[in-house]
């Protein structure tokens, strides 16, 4: 069957990466968007600070806009350098490492009817290398990247979405100055820059969920583990709090205490319960890990809160269009 797509504005689609390993994963991606329903306009793939996986990928990718990020290092800078190159009235984001699904670009593409709308994201399902831990909660799929319970089943708006997979309106994005620069994922360091960008272009539009846009994000065995999964859950909790800083204190941070409130309470208290009713040992391990990812947060969020004021990076400003 073929598509129309002339009610679909153009989109370009910014695809960063940083790290050598991550090459067969890119040359998939790269793959999976040229055989879209919906084909990009322009594909660009951004390197992080990395000249030699930038020389390979000139070399080895036909057809492909490859840059070096020349802002600060991290994905925020990353994004940024690839989306201010682009001419089209929508920008997507996807990760280096993840295969999207057909019809992804189209999903997400889709809501822009409404003029509304200044950003979308899709579904992001977590591909568990080799195996999913039988202690894993739902409920804390976030720390992998993946989608979790009570997201919209169907297209819907959301406060925010993850820039693993998202689409923007160019001219929303650019006019908040894009990615905050010098808060986001750097190394070992992981900051909410989505939440960030969504909070800010939410002040302009709506943001909304498409469930049927679906990437595949791989999880690597090392962030599988227990202690990756308390460190994650430590992380996002200082992140919060220094984005609630940023912005407006308490009143950004609304999403997280209704998660903290109805969210994680029913699902321990389903977990015990079913533990405790003999339907297997996993369901009070996955209630246990939900308390221990709560108390690690906390405590990110404390020492956040106690840390000397400064700035985790400079403020965007407005970019032409």
């Known amino acids: 069957m073929i598509m129309s797509f002339r009610k679909y504005p153009a989109v370009s689609v910014v695809v960063p990466c940083h790290a050598d390993r991550e090459w067969p994963s890119v040359r998939a991606a790269v793959a999976s968007l040229r055989a879209q329903s919906l084909p990009p306009a322009e594909i660009l793939l951004v390197v992080d600070h990395n000249p030699e996986l930038y020389d390979r990928a000139r070399r080895e990718l036909s057809g492909v806009t490859v840059l070096a990020n020349r802002r600060w290092p991290g994905a925020s800078g990353t994004r940024n350098t690839g989306a201010f190159e682009t001419l089209t009235p ?18 997400l593409v889709g809501p822009f009817e409404d003029r509304t709308v200044v950003g979308t994201g899709g ?8 195996s999913r831990p039988d202690w894993f909660p739902d409920e804390f799929l976030w720390t992998v990247g993946g989608s979790y319970p009570g997201l919209p089943t169907s297209n ?7 820039s693993a997979s998202m689409a923007v309106r160019r001219e929303a994005f ?16 992981s900051r909410p820059e989505d939440t960030d960008l969504c909070l800010r ?49 308490r009143r950004s941070l609304g999403s997280e205490r209704d998660y903290l409130r109805r969210t994680v309470p029913r699902a321990v208290l389903r977990g015990l319960l079913n533990g405790l009713r003999g339907h ?42």
């Not at 920008?91 to 189209?106: K, M, N, R, S, T």
């Not at 819907?156 to 993850?162: A, I, K, M, T, Y």
């Open 90 to 107: 929508l920008v997507a984001f996807l990760d280096g490492d993840a295969y999207p699904q057909p019809g992804w670009l189209a999903a």
């Open 123 to 130: 579904a992001i399902r977590p591909g568990w290398q080799p």
């Open 156 to 162: 819907g708006p959301v406060r925010n979405v993850w």
């Open 174 to 189: 650019a006019s908040v100055g894009g990615f905050r620069d010098g808060f986001g994922k750097r190394g070992n360091r």
């Open 201 to 249: 272009m939410g002040r302009a539009g709506r943001w909304i969920y498409t469930p049927g846009a679906v990437i595949d994000h791989p999880v690597e065995p090392e962030h599988a583990s227990f202690g990756y999964f308390l460190r994650r859950c430590y992380a996002e909790g200082r992140g919060k709090v220094a984005l609630a800083r940023l912005l407006d204190g």
């Open 280 to 321: 297997g040992a996993a369901y009070a391990a996955r209630a246990g890990a939900m308390i221990a990812g709560v108390a690690a947060a906390a405590a990110g969020g404390a020492v956040e809160s106690l840390v000397a004021r400064q700035p985790a990076g400079p403020e965007p400003v407005g970019v032409a269009s």
